[in-house]
């Protein structure tokens, strides 16, 4: 099975603007990069075979895959994180790629571990694999097989909606619980949650 695993990422200088009451912008823009090399590590210690592939129309953004031996998707701007993911993932199955999983930026607790804890069930013959976030509403992670199996809807109440969408392409399909995919940094509440829970993180 030809595996990818896709990252958007939006501009980094418009990144986490929910922290605003907590921190500065220059300080979410730190934040936004040290979450990001830390999730392009987590994917470049994946195993030979995965191909891994970062979308965004940052050029900064851009510069960091190229340099650690990510295949570039540019965007001219970001039209929305589905968008994104869905075009990219259409694109990657045309080019005979037959599974994507979709990770999101912002996970301080990602290893390559879980990704391919993962990647494993995908193999095990699920065409669907979805991970919810900590509070149970959104999606943190998602795996297609095909990549185009249904579209992407990223955003409030993400988990329902890829749930039916699931359910209504293909009975094998299966929700999993990571708590290391579930957590993810988007508001003062999650960066409390990370400096009790992870004080050793970035």
Request: charged share 20%; proline share 7%; aromatic share 4%.
């Amino acid at each position: 099975m030809r595996l990818a695993v896709l990252l958007p990422v939006k501009d980094l200088r418009h990144a986490k603007t929910r922290l605003a009451p907590l921190l500065g912008e220059q300080e979410r823009q730190t934040l936004a990069g040290l979450l990001l090399r830390g999730t392009l590590a987590a994917i470049s210690g994946l195993p030979p075979g995965v191909e891994r592939v970062l979308v965004s129309s940052d050029e900064s953004v851009l510069t960091l895959g190229r340099a650690q031996g990510f295949r570039i998707l540019s965007e001219k701007c970001q039209i929305s994180e589905s968008d994104s993911v869905d075009v990219a993932s259409a694109r990657l199955q045309a080019e005979g790629i037959e599974g994507v999983l979709r990770v999101p930026l912002d996970l301080p607790l990602l290893g390559t571990r879980h990704l391919e804890a993962l990647l494993t069930r995908a193999r095990a013959g699920y065409r669907a694999v979805i991970v919810p976030s900590r509070d149970g509403t959104g999606t943190n992670a998602i795996f297609r097989f095909p990549p185009t199996l249904f579209p992407s809807r990223f955003g409030p109440d993400s988990l329902p909606q890829h749930q039916a969408l699931a359910a209504a392409a293909t009975e094998m399909w299966q929700l999993c619980d990571s708590p290391a995919f579930a957590l993810d940094i988007d508001d003062p509440a999650d960066v409390a949650t990370v400096l009790r829970e992870a004080p050793e993180s970035a």
